[in-house]
């Protein structure tokens, strides 16, 4: 496999000899490249066989799973994660797009140490968490008021309680590959396949996993991300028994769909004439700019669920939005209350985030998105390659090897069709193989402390892995110079 990579690259005059040597050549294979990762990451392997014994699994988060096993770190310092094995990894996971600032920002690590003497838990509020709550206000154009639980799980039931209460009506709309956390009433179709998810104008609302109850199925209507007939043929004839509708402008852990402009318009006007709470589910987007990505929309919902980056790699949970709708918090309509809410040192670590997020420091994030987005795009379709980066386009990116060039993702379904889950694995255990992070399932997400030159060093390996994966090219290469022979 090492001598295909450098093989690839260096023969560019060649002989008859090397001709009929890349004919012989197998591509990258999936096979190929978790050998590898097992080889390299032998320690990871042996502590997760070592820890299963205590925890389920070994580990207390199924999505850690890298394909044979998790990789276990020791530290982490500003782009980079070291691992057990010895490896020294650019993270592009980081923590599923929480690190935004990188490993042990000295803002956020010294808001923390500062914190920590004058005590670390209270059945009190302080004041460090009005000011988050300000910050995600003054930030975020349709959020009037916020609370804080611990994840956005939480948040995400929190929205829908509110909007249950409000409507006084009960059903759920949400997308087909859309994630809300792991609660009963949202882990529907997340991850429905072929063989359950039924017709795409009317997709089944699947539950992602047992011990979900039907009743919490009923309740779910499932939509097809970008159908505009048919979604607004679905709300229009739900709309008595539906209280919300739920989505995020751009999934991650469903499979990365970016939701049109004008399909998000149509969900803004439709649900505002029928009287249905729109929730925006920002976990993820929050980092795709200063005011969100619905300020990169332009479109404003009812309720915002927020997490991740606003806490600053604490635990933190959010839900903002109109005064009118929050204020059934406050006036009893809606009781919500957890012993760790809004909990002293996640409010320290969030807001110390968000301070150093400012709108250049998006534009960076951004700029080193559109970068990767365009250079590997460019490359691709220049060598027929059907490898593809795609998302929105700011710094929470997808990639995958679709089954033939020029093929989109713009429904969930779509990953069915036309992704190759092997070979997008292959790229994902590659990367761990050659020093990167992503998250398995086809996903990086940038930090601030990434330099150019990682970037350019990512493209330049991304290449490398697909051109390996490629066997097409390398027969159609092959093919070509022996014609010209
Ligand atoms: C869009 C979205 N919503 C909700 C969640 C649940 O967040 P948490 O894991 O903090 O509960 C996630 C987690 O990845 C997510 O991506």
């Not at 978790?34 to 389920?56: C, N």
């Not at 009433?185 to 609302?205: C, F, K, R, W, Y």
């Not at 997490?307 to 309509?333: C, Q, T, W």
Request: with cysteine; hydrophobic share 40%.
């Amino acid at each position: 496999m090492r001598a295909n990579r450098g093989w690839n690259d260096k023969q560019a005059a060649l002989g008859l000899h090397s001709i009929e040597k890349r004919f012989t050549v197998a591509a990258l294979s999936l096979q190929q490249a978790q050998q590898t990762f097992i080889e390299r990451f032998s320690v990871s392997g042996r502590m997760t066989e070592e820890s299963r014994r205590s925890v389920p699994g070994g580990y207390s988060r199924n999505s850690f799973n890298f394909g044979p096993h998790a990789v276990f770190v020791t530290r982490g310092e500003g782009a980079y994660i070291e691992t057990v094995d010895g490896n020294r990894l650019l993270d592009l996971n980081n923590n599923y797009t929480v690190n935004v600032l990188g490993h042990h920002h000295p803002a956020l690590t010294s808001a923390l140490m500062d914190a920590i003497p004058n005590g670390i838990s209270f059945g009190n509020p302080g004041a460090q968490e009005g000011a988050l709550a300000r910050m995600l206000i003054e930030r975020i154009p349709s959020v009037e008021k916020v609370q804080f639980s611990c994840s956005a799980t939480e948040s995400c039931m929190t929205a829908i309680r509110l909007a249950r209460a409000t409507t006084g009506r009960t059903r759920i709309a949400k997308f087909e590959g859309g994630y809300h956390g792991f609660s009963d009433m949202l882990q529907i179709s997340a991850h429905p396949t072929p063989e359950n998810g039924g017709d795409a104008a009317a997709p089944v609302a699947v539950p992602d996993s047992g011990g979900i109850p039907s009743a919490n199925t009923d309740n779910v209507l499932v939509l097809t991300q970008n159908d505009l007939a048919g979604t607004e043929s679905l709300l229009r004839a739900h709309s008595q028994e539906l209280a919300c509708l739920i989505l995020e402008l751009q999934s991650g852990a469903g499979g990365m769909v970016a939701l049109d402009q004008e399909f998000v318009q149509m969900l803004r006007n439709v649900t505002r004439e029928l009287g249905i709470v729109l929730i925006f589910d920002e976990t993820i987007s929050l980092r795709a700019g200063y005011h969100g990505l619905q300020g990169r929309y332009g479109i404003t919902p009812d309720l915002t669920v927020m997490g991740k980056i606003i806490g600053g790699g604490l635990p933190l949970g959010a839900v903002g939005g109109s005064a009118e709708i929050m204020n059934a918090l406050e006036d009893g309509r809606v009781s919500i209350s957890g012993t760790h809410h809004g909990h002293k040192l996640s409010v320290v670590a969030g807001a110390a985030c968000l301070t150093e997020l400012t709108e250049e420091a998006f534009t960076t994030l951004n700029g080193h998105a559109q970068r990767i987005t365009t250079e590997l795009n460019a490359w691709s379709q220049e060598r027929n390659s059907p490898f593809r980066i795609h998302g929105w386009g700011f710094s929470h990116l997808g990639y995958a090897y679709m089954t033939s060039p020029g093929e989109v993702v713009r429904t969930h379904r779509d990953y069915w069709r036309h992704v190759d889950g092997d070979k997008t694995q292959t790229i994902s255990l590659e990367l761990a193989n050659r020093g990167y992070f992503p998250v398995h399932r086809g996903e990086m997400s940038l930090s601030l402390a990434m330099t150019d030159q990682d970037i350019s060093g990512l493209i330049e390996t991304l290449k490398s892995i697909v051109s390996d994966i490629d066997s097409e090219s390398v027969t159609k290469e092959a093919r070509s110079i022996a014609h010209a022979v």
